[in-house]
């Protein structure tokens, strides 16, 4: 029996997919009766006895679905009572005591994927540091991890919109040198349009799944609440604790950044308890198994692409790398885009641009024609432009010495 055929079976038969033969034939280079076969075979067990109707059945799978967030008896009954259950409080009690109890008994399948077959990717989302001078910084560290191997990587992000999740799984292969088979994802936003739940597959957003196409992997979703389907990626989202000490330990972002690279570079000499190797050492029999890289244009597409949404806020200013750059005041509360190019930041609203500034270490970055626009809308706006301007060049001068 082919070892990762097998243990994509258990995965989906522990989530109640049945496979879509053909597509898992593709994907596994095998007859799409190579996989039926091993679902059936592994799927058929004794017959039970036929069991008589019970007014619950049509509410089983939405039941288990509410046990899992979690919900009370009292409330799942009120639920389905709407939804048009015509049977007795007790019959749902006692369904629910049965299927807590299974689940409790139920052994945790441990799944060793083979060699290149899979990642598994999340994120540790806004962990709040302070610098050594107080200063927040709030990040999210993207994750991820090899199935075989163990072997991780993890970067320091501000956002996790789905061009920096992209840039981030561009930047892990090139870490890796190769691409995984498949990536098993949560429901997040930037993957998905609709989640996976009992009634409807996932569904993979168009951009990301062409994304997908040309890296050359098949993404894979884990339903809601069954963390033990992604549970290598969530014990690494737990490690992150780690960084928890190095509060008041560092000056600015960048050094922050060479904490986290390190971080990498220590988890993966360590001994894994899973496989009791470590993550570099273990690697060295996975990464002649991955797939190659997609060309250098087909990545390179994907690494230009530096466009990023910011809400103006009410001071006239968006967010870049941990510095503020303003804007007209006009735009206070709408969305605007930002591209990067030659260390200028270019500043749009539906196209048109709006700004533009050098991106500097400076905390704060006012543009001085802005910081007058802003008098102007405020209390002074009686005063003369004279008057406004020299406030405004004083105050700027201030805000340049921060």
């Known amino acids: ?17 049945k496979p879509n033969f053909s597509e898992m034939a593709r994907i596994y280079n095998c007859d799409y009766r190579t996989i039926k076969k091993y679902y059936v075979e592994d799927y058929q067990g004794p017959l039970e006895r036929r069991k008589r109707p019970s007014k619950l059945d049509p509410y089983k799978e939405i039941i288990k679905e509410k046990l899992a967030i979690p919900c009370s008896y009292q409330s799942i009954y009120y639920y389905i009572v709407k939804k048009g259950y015509k049977g007795k409080y007790t019959i749902l009690r006692d369904f629910c005591n049965q299927y807590k109890a299974k689940k409790i008994n139920e052994a945790t399948i441990r799944f060793e994927t083979s060699p290149g077959l899979q990642a598994q990717v999340d994120w540790k989302e806004n962990m709040k540091l302070f610098s050594k001078h107080g200063e927040e910084f709030i990040i999210n560290i993207f994750l991820t991890v090899l199935g075989y191997s ?12 789905q061009d920096t ?15 995984p088979v498949e ?9 998905v349009d609709h989640s996976r739940s009992n009634y409807h597959e996932a569904v993979i957003n168009e951009s990301f799944y062409q994304f997908s196409k040309d890296m050359g992997f098949k993404v894979w979703t884990c339903r809601a609440f069954r963390p033990e389907t992604k549970g290598k990626v969530e014990n690494l989202a737990k490690i992150m604790e780690r960084l928890r000490v190095f509060n008041n330990e560092f000056s600015t972002l960048e050094e922050l950044e060479k904490i986290v690279k390190q971080l990498n570079t220590d988890l993966n000499n360590e001994i894994s308890q899973a496989i009791d190797e470590k993550p570099f050492e273990r690697f060295e029999k996975e990464k002649k198994y991955l797939r190659p890289l997609p060309n250098d244009d087909v990545v390179n597409g994907y690494l230009n692409l530096t466009d990023l949404t910011r809400i103006v806020s009410k001071e006239s200013l968006i967010t870049y790398n941990n510095r503020k750059y303003s804007v007209n005041p006009k735009y206070i509360g709408k969305v605007v885009s930002l591209t990067i190019t030659n ?16 991106i500097t270490n400076k ?13 102007k809308s405020s209390v002074m706006r009686y005063s003369s432009d004279e008057e406004i301007t020299k406030i405004a060049k004083k105050n700027l001068k201030l805000y340049d010495e921060l």
């Open 1 to 17: 029996m082919r070892k990762d055929i097998y243990e994509r079976i258990q995965i989906m038969k522990k989530d109640d997919i």
């Open 150 to 161: 163990r072997l991780k990587y993890i970067e320091l992000t501000l956002d996790k919109n």
């Open 165 to 179: 999740l992209e840039k981030c799984l561009i930047n892990s292969f090139k870490y890796y040198g190769g691409v």
């Open 183 to 191: 990536i098993i994802f949560d429901n997040m936003k930037t993957v």
């Open 343 to 358: 260390n200028i930041l270019y500043i749009y609203f539906n196209k048109e641009l709006i700004n533009k500034h050098e």
């Open 363 to 375: 905390k704060i970055n006012y543009a001085e024609q802005d910081y007058i626009d802003i008098i």
